[in-house]
């Protein structure tokens, strides 16, 4: 479904070359939920943006669908991280939500109906004719992914959603993405630097190194599938999990610091 | 109350003059003046009396009725301000998208743009009259030579400094062509777009006026002007309050339009104050 293949990535820019991807080779299946952990300025965001075919790799490749990225793939949905910054400030919630559809030239009681369901499947169905700067920024992101919903995606590609809310609102956000992707079935990659996180939603959890980026592990998370903010994390294989993730990134932490230093 | 308070502004200081001018308008200028340059100030109980029959009534005159200066002088006028006032909205906010949009347009264009800024329309009109000759449309074309430079240059501030996230949200929802053009570009200049256009509007009057001082029949601007020459200042002085009216509906009327345009904008603002 996703395919990356020995990608790289270098920004150029004011003469300063920036490695921020060296080599990182993964895949995700059909319906899969993966995530993406990695120390901060690893370049998490960068995959996905690459995924998302809103840049192009320096080498390498990037597929979704068994076809290689070129622009935006179709059925390709991203949730950004700046939720205050991807919702339009002069749209009320609903035209938000629909102006991907409207796009897509349905027609209006199709896209009526897609806005009422997906609004209602986050919980905001009575928050759709207000802005979303009269919203907290958890309910915006609610909308963020609402909008993503609606947009019917087989591929939904999150970068550090929740990276901004405070602890509570990001523990119920955490289980509502867990259960749209129950619901909808689509593959979801999720990018985030917050282990617990990690471990917490994915089936499977990718781990980075620092910069120069390189896949360090590729760990599939053996919980059961339905996950519990209390029960999940008291559970021992969790803790177990979560400890091999958190040793995997401080020794690539460790490692790179080491490396500055020599 | 607040309404109360916030009209009882607006009115206050224009009502204090209104009432220290009536009084005291003709003994200070007695004071003040020379007798023989009274005649060019004349007091405001003098110029209010003239006021409706120079520009509101219909004429009585010994060749027959004419139609009041409103229908014939200010209207036209008027009229001309808008169409004028229309095309630079129209083509400022056009150009500036291109120019915006595009870096290479932009590198090309603004020299040219500095240019074209630094001359006064004033100067252009004797120009646009041997080439438009005369009549409206070289009017219409002085009004449209000052509007049009805080509008375009606005714009294309305003459509440089989109969101970059917003711009990605686009891209991946393929939200592109018109309904980008209409719901994301024009919409994030909007603010911007309309300080232009607000700066635009006072140019605007000024220049309504200006384009009707030469090879003119009618309009405020040559009416006014006809009284100067022919030594009637209550009359002249009557279609300088009449413009000042104008200036003044006309903003009020701008407002109105703007605080539906940017409820977004002002509300959001609001929304960040309170938040930090």
Redesign the interface.
């Known amino acids: 479904m996703l395919k990356v293949q020995s990608l790289r990535k270098v920004y150029d820019g004011h003469g300063r070359q920036v490695e921020a991807l060296r080599d990182i080779t993964f895949s995700v299946n059909a319906g899969e939920f993966v995530c993406v952990v990695g120390p901060s300025g690893c370049g998490k965001t960068t995959i996905l943006?690459l995924l998302?075919?809103?840049i192009s790799p320096t080498s390498g490749e990037v597929g979704v669908e068994g076809r290689t990225v070129s622009g935006?793939p179709d059925g390709?949905?991203?949730v950004?991280q700046?939720y205050g910054?991807?919702l339009?400030?002069?749209?009320r919630v609903a035209a938000n939500v629909e102006?991907?559809l409207?796009?897509?030239g349905m027609a209006k009681p199709e896209r009526a109906e897609l806005v009422r369901e997906s609004l209602a499947a986050v919980g905001l169905a009575d928050a759709a004719t207000a802005?979303p700067?009269?919203l907290s920024g958890g309910m915006q992101q609610r909308v963020a992914i609402a909008?993503a919903i609606a947009?019917q995606p087989r591929v939904l590609l999150m970068d550090e959603p929740f990276a901004a809310v405070d602890a509570q609102t990001r523990a119920d956000l955490e289980d509502l993405v867990r259960s749209v992707w129950q619901r909808f079935g689509m593959t979801l990659l999720f990018v985030t630097h917050d282990i617990d996180e990690s471990v917490y939603l994915a089936e499977r959890v990718i781990i980075l190194s620092s910069s120069p980026t390189v896949v360090l592990e590729d760990l599939a998370v053996d919980l059961p599938a339905q996950r519990d903010q209390l029960e999940t994390r008291s559970d021992a294989r969790f803790v177990e999990l979560r400890h091999h993730v958190y040793a995997q990134v401080q020794a690539a932490k460790n490692q790179s610091a080491a490396k500055t230093v020599g | 109350m607040n309404v109360l308070r916030r009209i009882l502004f607006i009115v206050a200081l224009p009502a204090t003059a209104f009432v220290i001018l009536w009084f005291f308008s003709a003994d200070i200028r007695d004071e003040l003046l020379p007798r023989q340059k009274r005649f060019f100030l004349p007091s405001l109980p003098k110029i209010l009396e003239v006021f409706p029959d120079t520009w509101l009534l219909q004429r009585h005159t010994p060749a027959g009725d004419l139609p009041s200066r409103l229908t014939h002088d200010v209207v036209p006028s008027l009229i001309r301000l808008g169409e004028g006032y229309g095309l630079a909205l129209l083509i400022g906010v056009a150009l500036g998208v291109a120019i915006g949009s595009s870096r290479p347009l932009r590198a090309l264009l603004e020299p040219v743009l500095e240019f074209l800024r630094a001359i006064p329309p004033v100067a252009l009109v004797p120009v646009l009259f041997l080439l438009a000759g005369i009549g409206d449309t070289t009017k219409i074309l002085v009004i449209i030579s000052g509007c049009i430079w805080p509008i375009l240059l606005n714009t294309v501030e305003g459509v440089r400094g989109v969101?970059p996230?917003?711009a990605?949200?686009c891209?991946?929802?393929?939200?592109?062509g018109l309904?980008r053009l209409r719901?994301?570009i024009l919409?994030?200049a909007?603010p911007q777009i309309v300080t232009g256009a607000r700066q635009a509007l006072s140019i605007g009057i000024i220049l309504m006026v200006i384009s009707e001082l030469k090879a003119s029949s009618e309009g405020l601007g040559h009416t006014i002007q006809e009284f100067t020459e022919g030594f009637q200042y209550p009359q002249m002085w009557a279609g300088v309050l009449l413009l000042g009216l104008i200036g003044i509906v006309l903003s009020l009327l701008f407002r109105l339009v703007e605080r539906r345009v940017l409820v977004?904008?002002h509300?959001?603002r609001v929304?960040?104050r309170a938040s930090s």
């Open positions: 943006r998302a075919g809103l935006p390709l949905a991203m950004f700046e910054r991807s339009f400030p002069w749209l102006l991907p409207k796009a897509k802005y700067w009269q909008r947009f | 969101d996230t917003l990605d949200t891209r991946s929802y393929r939200v592109g309904l719901t994301f919409r994030s909007s977004w904008y509300g959001q929304a960040e």
